[in-house]
């Protein structure tokens, strides 16, 4: 199951921001070992240099035979890898930590309604039914990209006003541009107006929670409780199994990490940053993705992963791969 940034629809969405990435075999000794997304990056005299964020993704071979393949893309420019996981090919092809690892909630979606709330924790499911006894009206529809969005914008005001980091204004328009079945929103009115919202982004089995936003009567009333697990509900009956919530940051925002535990969610610590030295190579040429006739964003802003969004942290240099037709097949499930 690829996270979102190994995902063809990550790749279209860099495409459309004019950005290039590709997919890349891994290969080791004529063995297909698997397949990596690498976005390029402009580095300034550095040249254009290659990030893979959240891989390598190895179906297969030995730790030597692995290693031999991240050496062999080097020769693609690639110099720095955002880990999915701790692995010993790493270090063995040449690759030194720089970051450790950050750690992510992931929320199973199998089994049926009642088994997804008992995973809840006590606490979070109280604050359930507390949502569910307030009177709210649930919507969902997709989203399909369509700038100065209600949802984003009240996010954006909030983010402003709070002084937090969130992702990057231009992904859910690049996302739901890209795929427009791909992005799926729910919120919750009270009295006729919005008073919490969430975005999804569904790929493959995996589904990715984007963004949210909850104004005074949502957090009183816990709407956003509500709306994750009506989302959770409705991504796990369409055949999505696991639900990617985002990085969990107890000490920065302990109160977000603790509704992502107490909703059920596993945490799982990545493989950290690592760079291959000498940081160097012959700058890459390489075609950039077809953008959209209007810009979506300053390209210049850093697309940070959906791991970490502060600007000054390292981690902000993750992205993923372009959209591929081998792929395509794997997400006619949309409804």
């Given at each position: 199951?690829?996270?979102?940034?190994?995902?063809?629809?990550?790749?279209?969405?860099?495409?459309?921001?004019?950005r290039?990435?590709?997919?890349?075999?891994l290969?080791?000794?004529?063995?297909?070992?698997?397949?990596?997304?690498?976005?390029?990056?402009?580095?300034?005299?550095?040249?254009?240099?290659?990030?893979?964020?959240?891989?390598?993704?190895?179906?297969?071979?030995?730790?030597?035979q692995?290693?031999?393949a991240?050496?062999?893309?080097?020769?693609?420019?690639?110099?720095?890898?955002?880990?999915e996981?701790p692995?010993?090919?790493?270090?063995?092809?040449g690759?030194v930590?720089?970051?450790?690892?950050?750690?992510?909630?992931?929320?199973?979606?199998?089994?049926?309604?009642?088994?997804?709330?008992?995973r809840?924790?006590?606490?979070?499911?109280?604050?359930?039914?507390?949502?569910?006894?307030?009177?709210?009206?649930?919507?969902?529809?997709?989203?399909?990209?369509?700038?100065g969005?209600?949802?984003?914008?009240?996010?954006?005001?909030?983010?402003k006003?709070?002084?937090?980091?969130?992702?990057?204004?231009?992904?859910?328009?690049?996302?739901?541009?890209a795929?427009p079945?791909?992005?799926?929103?729910?919120?919750?009115?009270?009295?006729?107006e919005?008073?919490?919202?969430?975005?999804?982004?569904?790929?493959?089995?995996?589904?990715?929670?984007?963004?949210?936003?909850?104004g005074?009567?949502?957090?009183?009333?816990?709407?956003?409780?509500?709306?994750?697990?009506?989302?959770?509900?409705?991504?796990?009956?369409?055949?999505?199994?696991?639900?990617?919530?985002?990085?969990?940051?107890?000490?920065?925002?302990?109160?977000?990490?603790?509704?992502k535990?107490?909703?059920?969610?596993?945490?799982?610590?990545?493989?950290?940053?690592?760079?291959?030295?000498?940081?160097?190579?012959r700058?890459?040429?390489?075609h950039?993705?077809?953008?959209?006739?209007k810009?979506?964003n300053?390209?210049?802003?850093?697309?940070?992963?959906?791991?970490?969004?502060?600007?000054?942290d390292?981690?902000?240099?993750?992205k993923?791969?372009?959209?591929?037709d081998?792929?395509?097949?794997?997400?006619?499930?949309?409804?």
């Amino acid at each position: 199951m690829l996270p979102l940034q190994q995902h063809p629809l990550y790749g279209k969405a860099v495409g459309l921001m004019g950005r290039h990435s590709e997919i890349v075999p891994l290969c080791a000794n004529g063995a297909d070992l698997g397949e990596a997304q690498i976005v390029w990056r402009d580095m300034g005299p550095l040249g254009i240099q290659g990030l893979l964020p959240r891989g390598p993704q190895f179906e297969a071979g030995t730790p030597d035979q692995q290693a031999e393949a991240l050496r062999s893309l080097s020769g693609h420019g690639l110099r720095m890898i955002e880990a999915e996981a701790p692995h010993p090919a790493l270090r063995a092809a040449g690759y030194v930590q720089v970051l450790t690892p950050a750690h992510m909630a992931e929320l199973p979606l199998d089994g049926t309604k009642a088994d997804r709330r008992a995973r809840a924790h006590p606490k979070w499911r109280a604050s359930l039914r507390k949502a569910e006894a307030a009177g709210l009206k649930l919507r969902t529809q997709p989203y399909r990209g369509q700038p100065g969005h209600w949802l984003l914008d009240r996010e954006a005001a909030a983010r402003k006003t709070k002084g937090y980091h969130g992702l990057p204004a231009v992904l859910p328009l690049a996302l739901g541009q890209a795929d427009p079945n791909a992005l799926r929103m729910f919120w919750a009115e009270k009295a006729g107006e919005p008073v919490a919202g969430m975005l999804f982004v569904r790929h493959g089995q995996v589904a990715t929670y984007l963004t949210g936003w909850t104004g005074q009567d949502g957090r009183n009333c816990c709407a956003h409780h509500l709306l994750m697990m009506t989302a959770a509900d409705w991504l796990a009956a369409r055949g999505h199994r696991r639900l990617d919530m985002g990085q969990v940051d107890t000490r920065a925002a302990s109160g977000l990490a603790r509704f992502k535990i107490g909703s059920g969610a596993a945490v799982r610590a990545l493989g950290g940053s690592w760079l291959r030295l000498p940081f160097c190579g012959r700058p890459r040429k390489v075609h950039t993705g077809k953008a959209m006739s209007k810009p979506l964003n300053p390209l210049d802003t850093p697309f940070s992963s959906l791991a970490a969004h502060d600007k000054n942290d390292p981690r902000t240099l993750r992205k993923p791969r372009p959209a591929d037709d081998r792929a395509a097949a794997n997400d006619r499930s949309r409804s």
